[in-house]
């Protein structure tokens, strides 16, 4: 069975990098880039994973944790937390909120799969234990109504922009030079 995976985040970079590395690796991706959105998405798709950043607007990927690990309904799904690798928040919260994994950003495809793969198993073998619990035909989820728990945007800090801008560009430089060079050899044809 091919695991589903919602990645809501609002950065399209981040959705462009997680989206090709998991169907590049065969699961079936979702995008959301606001807080609200992930839940017609829940209804709709009914993800096995959710990755959720931590700072997403009008719902925090920390609220969305809480939120799906206390639904029933939604038991089987399990929860990455994500956070850029100098976006200061809270791990203990997220722990607390029931996050099964938390990511740094920028993605690297050999981490995000060593995560998501036994996340993704554990929860289609779960889900199929506890089918006969919970009908997924019911009405379809309505919006929580969640207080903000302390999840503020942190302070911007040029420096600090500066050095995980740095670290990105690092991270990621392999891929962009072998995709320029596959784009300029078929532009060359060869």
Do not use: Y
Request: charged share 25%.
């Amino acid at each position: 069975m091919i695991a589903r995976v919602l990645l809501a985040d609002d950065s399209p970079h981040a959705q462009r990098i997680g989206a090709r590395i998991l169907r590049e690796e065969g699961f079936d991706v979702e995008l959301a880039a606001d807080g609200l959105d992930v839940f017609p998405v829940l209804d709709r798709f009914s993800p096995d994973v959710v990755i959720a950043d931590v700072f997403l607007p009008n719902r925090s990927g920390i609220e969305i944790c809480h939120w799906i690990k206390t639904n029933p309904r939604h038991q089987a799904i399990r929860v990455i937390l994500t956070a850029g690798i100098l976006e200061p928040f809270n791990e203990a919260m997220a722990r607390d909120a029931g996050c099964d994994a938390i990511i740094k950003k920028p993605f690297e495809a050999s981490e995000v799969l060593a995560t998501i793969r036994p996340l993704a198993e554990a929860a289609q073998f779960s889900r199929g234990l506890f089918a006969a619990d919970v009908d997924t035909q019911t009405t379809p989820i309505s919006l929580p109504r969640l207080s903000r728990q302390g999840v503020a945007k942190p302070e911007v800090d040029p420096e600090r922009i500066r050095a995980a801008v740095t670290l990105a560009l690092e991270a990621s430089m392999p891929a962009i030079i072998k995709e320029v060079t596959e784009r300029v050899l078929i532009a060359l044809g060869h």
